[in-house]
Nanobody
Framework: QVQLVESGGGLVQAGGSLRLSCAAS???????????MGWYRQAPGKQRELVAV???????NYADSVKGRFTISRDNSKTSLYLQMNSLKPEDTAVYYC?????????WGQGTQVTVSS
């Protein structure tokens, strides 16, 4: 089984930047089986939504609300996932979750809080 630990959240002023990290650990076979990796977020009173996803081949997809501001990346060993967030807005405030797909199963991290002050 794969375990995920997010880090990098915090409080930042509008216009600032943060970089989130997600470290994956587990058996070598489980790590090898990781396919898509993505970031999701959930604001108070709202449903969890996709922020960005990156495939095993490196292709990416972003929510319209973050295009041009956020960049998702993963390292070649597939054990880490990153989200560079620039030009942050108050509406980006949410708990950010890392999710990976392993053999058609979704594994979630515990989340990291991002708060953007105006």
């Amino acid at each position: 089984q794969v375990q995920l630990v997010e880090s990098g959240g915090g409080l930042v002023q509008a216009g600032g930047s943060l970089r989130l990290s997600c470290a994956a650990s587990g058996s070598a076979l489980s790590i090898f089986r990781i396919n898509d990796m993505g970031w999701y977020r959930q604001a108070p009173g709202k449903q969890r939504e996709l922020v960005a996803v990156i495939s095993r081949s490196g292709s990416t997809n972003y929510a319209d609300s973050v295009k041009g501001r956020f960049t998702i990346s993963r390292d070649n060993s597939k054990t880490s996932l990153y989200l560079q967030m620039n030009s942050l807005k108050p509406e980006d405030t949410a708990v950010y979750y890392c999710k990976v797909e392993v053999s058609r199963n979704d594994i979630w991290g515990q989340g990291t809080q991002v708060t953007v002050s105006s």
